[in-house]
């Protein structure tokens, strides 16, 4: 293990596929070479076997450390067959295969090298705090149950991992998901004046989603705000009057929408269906004339060969959960993997990219803890 691919393979092959999950495993390898290179490391176990940790090392309670972030779990590996074995770290030429090498054990890999080769330097300095979660896929569970512990503690800024081909970038959108639930009478299909339909009522609600105008201001990079209604499920038959249907909506969000009066909107539209909101993260968003923000474009530019331009991220990161301890801090998303390889199959990470983020943070926590 004395190189960040070799890490990566060693990773690439605990099977952390989300569900179920399993993290554990992964975690301990990961928390014991942790240990070993003098940190302190915490578990925390939101169910069993679903491993996040936070892992520290320096402090000098003048300036909080800087927070690396990344994830253990992987997405399932779909319908497609895969000419790479997906848990194996095969390789060929600069490329390295298998699940989550993108998303992302390769940015995880890079991450604890840079712990590694910064370890014995940070003592008497802010130092850093690597928090490694369990089931981001899906929702940022381990990272939103984490963030009601206190093992968080403090930081100052944050570096999260996913993918973004070692770029940059100063933010993402938020996501508010909700389920609603129409409700009807039951009848007979060939007497429906008899019942009430909930299909109708859902369906008049969809169309007037569909037509939803959020009435936002656009955000110079992330656009603006968008609405989906994604799934749509009602009725048991078709000659009975459906009493109940369901739809599931996905909203994302860009800064200065507010999640609140967007939920009082929809509720003006759904009238009295049931509703779950199961998903409510906010924006993430740094400026990037931010002081930090810019000193992180200056350390990527010579190593990416040209300065870097700020762009923000489609998919959300754990950042949005862990803004919730470490408010205010400055976050940039700034990883190894490929961001169309995510999610795909026969996924693969650049090895080169994986050096070159090992510099990075290297660079970025040499220059935060200086
Ligand atoms: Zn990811």
């Known amino acids: 293990m004395s190189d960040v691919i070799g890490l990566t393979r060693t990773l690439l092959k605990f099977d952390t596929v989300n569900p179920p999950g399993r993290e554990r495993d992964c975690a301990r390898h990961a928390g014991a070479m942790l240990e070993e290179w003098g940190f302190k490391v915490d578990y925390h176990e939101y169910a069993d076997s679903r491993t996040s940790l ?5 402090g000098n309670g003048k300036r909080a450390p800087l927070c690396l972030t990344g994830h253990f ?16 770290g095969e390789s060929h030429g600069d490329k390295l295969y298998g699940r989550g090498s ?34 981001e896929e899906g929702g940022g569970l381990g990272s939103k149950n984490l963030a009601q512990t206190q093992l968080l503690g403090k930081a100052g800024a944050i570096v999260v991992g996913e993918p973004t081909s ?4 100063v933010g993402h959108k938020g996501s508010l998901k909700f389920h609603a639930i129409f409700r009807g009478v039951s009848a007979h299909g060939s007497m429906p004046e008899l019942g009430e339909n909930a299909v109708y009522k859902a369906a008049r609600a969809v169309a007037k989603l569909e037509a939803f105008d959020f009435k936002a201001k656009r955000h110079p990079l992330m656009g603006g705000p968008t609405l989906n209604v994604g799934t749509f499920e009602g009725g048991s038959g078709v000659n ?65 060969g040209k300065k870097p331009r700020p762009r923000t991220a489609t998919y959300m990161t754990d950042a949005a959960n862990l803004l919730k301890v470490y408010a205010g801090a400055p976050t940039v998303v700034l990883g190894p993997g490929e961001p169309q390889m995510a999610h795909q199959t026969d996924e693969y990470c650049s090895m080169e990219r994986i050096r070159q983020a090992v510099a990075i943070y290297e660079a970025l926590i040499a220059d935060w803890c200086k």
């Open 240 to 304: 009975l009057v459906p009493d109940a249907a369901k739809i599931g909506v996905d909203i994302r969000t860009v800064p200065g929408v507010d999640h609140r009066m967007v939920m009082k909107k929809m509720k003006r539209i759904l009238g009295k269906a049931e509703v779950d909101v199961f998903s409510d993260l906010p924006p993430v968003w740094t400026e990037p004339d931010d002081e930090w923000m810019q000193r992180v474009f200056e350390i990527c530019g010579p190593v990416l």
């Open 166 to 169: 070692n770029q940059p970038f």
């Open 54 to 58: 936070v892992a520290r090392i320096g």
């Open 102 to 135: 993108s998303d992302m054990k390769a940015g995880v890999a890079a991450i604890l090298l840079a712990a590694r080769n910064t370890a014995s330097k940070l003592s008497g300095t802010p130092g850093i705090v690597v928090v490694l979660t369990a089931a």
């Open 73 to 88: 779990d992987v997405v399932p590996l779909g319908t497609r067959k895969w000419a790479h074995d997906p848990f194996a």
